[in-house]
């Protein structure tokens, strides 16, 4: 089974980061973030940080442009930009305030999916809400597991932590996440 004709066909794809195990789903479809969310244990949808190829395709997603050199900064690797969002972004993909969480991974897994398959990806850690980052395909939930359409193992991997979080939408950074 291919991991795009997986995630084109809406359906969801744990798999090994640049920084812990993952989910990963197409953000276009509600229906598969609906799914990712499920997984989580959340009760609703809710904003995920969604993967993109080029710094060219967040400016798409943003409306500030003046933010390209941040982006540049710190991507492709593992940190997530919060920016205010343009109206290219899904309404589910938005927070409360109008931002979208965005970010340009460093691992070729990632980056050949994204290729592959022309789509922006949702991505959250392959845990439950309140559960360790998992590291390896063993520590994750089963019921996780058992609820992800392709399982891709890349075996254990470095002890490390999820992709900080820095909100860039005002006049001065604020890490939301380290």
């Given at each position: 089974m291919a991991v795009s004709s997986v995630l084109e066909s809406g359906d969801t794809v744990l798999?090994?980061?640049?920084?812990?195990?993952?989910?990963?789903?197409?953000?276009?479809?509600?229906?598969?973030?609906?799914?990712?969310?499920?997984?989580?244990?959340?009760?609703?949808?809710?904003?995920?940080?969604?993967?993109?190829?080029?710094?060219?395709?967040?400016?798409?997603?943003?409306?500030?442009?003046?933010?390209?050199?941040?982006?540049?900064?710190?991507?492709?690797?593992?940190?997530?930009l919060v920016l205010p969002a343009s109206d290219a972004v899904h309404p589910w993909l938005l927070s409360d305030t109008g931002t979208v969480a965005l970010r340009i991974p460093s691992d070729p897994l990632s980056m050949k999916i994204l290729k592959y398959t022309s789509l922006e990806l949702i991505t959250t850690s392959a845990n439950r809400k309140g559960e360790p980052f998992p590291l390896s395909t063993d520590s994750i939930?089963?019921?996780?597991?058992?609820?992800?359409?392709?399982?891709?193992?890349?075996?254990?991997?470095?002890?490390?932590?999820?992709s900080r979080i820095i909100d860039i939408t005002g006049e001065k950074p604020i890490e939301r996440r380290s």
């Open positions: 798999y090994p980061s640049d920084t812990v195990y993952g989910i990963m789903a197409d953000s276009s479809n509600p229906q598969a973030v609906k799914a990712v969310a499920e997984i989580k244990g959340y009760s609703e949808i809710r904003p995920f940080i969604v993967l993109v190829e080029s710094v060219a395709r967040a400016l798409e997603l943003t409306s500030e442009k003046s933010k390209e050199l941040i982006m540049k900064k710190y991507w492709p690797g593992p940190v997530t939930n089963p019921e996780v597991l058992k609820s992800a359409s392709l399982v891709l193992d890349g075996g254990p991997l470095p002890d490390r932590k999820p």
